[in-house]
Nanobody, 122 residues
Framework: QVQLVESGGGLVQAGDSLRLSCAAS????????VAWFRQAPGKGREFVAA????????VYTDSVKGRFTISRDNAKNTVYLQMNSLKPEDTAVYYC???????????????WGQGTQVTVSS
């Protein structure tokens, strides 16, 4: 069983940056693909980015390409989401999720964190 805890959310202005962290406990992240999702008020959960267990392969949803960067430090059992040039439409609860696997995928994750709120004011 993998437990995930997100941190780093907050209230920022448009154009600012934030770095989210997803820390795993219970077992090592090694061998697990990790992804970030988000859910805005009144909307469904949306895939944001994913990273392979080695960190060599990543995938992003189109709306964040060039602004967000996903990375991981397996020695620290932590995955990061660096968010730059934030926009009001990035406002959402951000969740990290993980599953066994090698290649990053956009769905079918088994373990989820509780989420961290990101609010971007205009």
């Amino acid at each position: 069983q993998v437990q995930l805890v997100e941190s780093g959310g907050g209230l920022v202005q448009a154009g600012d940056s934030l770095r989210l962290s997803c820390a795993a406990s219970g077992r090592s992240f090694s061998g697990y693909v990790v992804a970030w999702f988000r859910q805005a008020p009144g909307k469904g959960r949306e895939f944001v980015a994913a990273i392979s267990w080695s960190g060599a392969s990543t995938v992003y949803t189109d709306s964040v390409k060039g602004r967000f960067t996903i990375s991981r430090d397996n020695a620290k059992n932590t995955v990061y989401l660096q968010m730059n040039s934030l926009k009001p439409e990035d406002t959402a609860v951000y969740y990290c999720a993980t599953k066994l696997g090698t290649a990053p995928v956009r769905s079918n994750y088994n373990y989820w964190g509780q989420g961290t709120q990101v609010t971007v004011s205009s």
